[in-house]
T-cell receptor, first 118, second 116 residues
Framework: NAGVMQNPRHLVRRRGQEARLRCSPM?????VYWYRQLPEEGLKFMVY????????ESGMPKERFSAEFPKEGPSILRIQQVVRGDSAAYFC????????????????FGAGSRLTVL | AQTVTQSQPEMSVQEAETVTLSCTYD???????LFWYKQPPSRQMILVIR????KQQNATENRFSVNFQKAAKSFSLKISDSQLGDAAMYFC???WGSGNTGKLIFGQGTTLQVKP
């Protein structure tokens, strides 16, 4: 089991370009979450997706950011017209479908994608 | 608003000794879960331990244990027999309610240094 796979690990973009970050959840996991970690801070929730559905995007900036989790393929976090403030580590996590007996799902995190905007 | 606070930006411990990392939280919810995550220099987030709020017994995982004080809204992590590999950033996190199970609130983190 390869775990949660994120790529690229490092991405450098110039201001105004687009950034695409990909996340493949653990095998058998149907829930994907994206978090952002600014330097010297904890992780902040961005969005929660299931296949073809956005369940909770309350942490997503209103503009330039979008996320999808298609029926086939990885989840994508897309940042359009990047600015320097978007420089951060972006983490993806996945979990299996929750059951009442399991309580809160334990998230399995990927190693993150570090975005640097020049 | 629900919050998680870690008031110790940095801590250090001598190898083989015990260290306690502090975490407090604020919520009006009755159903919630608390977690400690470890983030080594590789940046990988690794779950260390979890605690269900409805359980009175403190969770333990080998050398890691928690002191869960529900009335005081405190959730500290104790690392016994510290090892060099324990050096990392530690984050306290919580999930509230019975809805979305992946929306965690993280504290600011505590950097733990282990001295040989």
């Amino acid at each position: 089991n390869a775990g949660v796979m994120q790529n690229p690990r490092h991405l450098v973009r110039r201001r105004g370009q687009e950034a695409r970050l990909r996340c493949s959840p653990m095998k058998g996991h149907s829930h994907v979450y994206w978090y952002r970690q600014l330097p010297e801070e904890g992780l902040k929730f961005m969005v929660y997706l299931q296949k073809e559905n956005i369940i909770d995007e309350s942490g997503m900036p209103k503009e330039r950011f979008s996320a999808e989790f298609p029926k086939e393929g990885p989840s994508i976090l897309r940042i359009q017209q990047v600015v320097r403030g978007d420089s951060a580590a972006y983490f993806c996590a996945s979990s299996p479908q929750r059951t009442r007996s399991s309580g809160a799902n334990v998230l399995t995190f990927g190693a993150g994608s570090r975005l640097t905007v020049l | 608003a629900q919050t998680v606070t870690q008031s110790q930006p940095e801590m250090s411990v001598q190898e083989a000794e015990t260290v306690t990392l502090s975490c407090t939280y604020d919520t009006s919810e009755s159903d919630y879960y608390l977690f400690w995550y470890k983030q080594p220099p590789s940046r990988q987030m690794i779950l260390v331990i979890r605690q269900e709020a409805y359980k009175q017994q403190n969770a333990t995982e080998n050398r890691f244990s928690v002191n869960f004080q529900k009335a005081a809204k405190s959730f500290s992590l104790k690392i016994s027999d510290s090892q060099l590999g324990d050096a990392a950033m530690y984050f306290c996190a919580s999930h509230w309610g019975s809805g979305n199970t992946g929306k965690l609130i993280f504290g600011q983190g505590t950097t733990l240094q282990v001295k040989p």
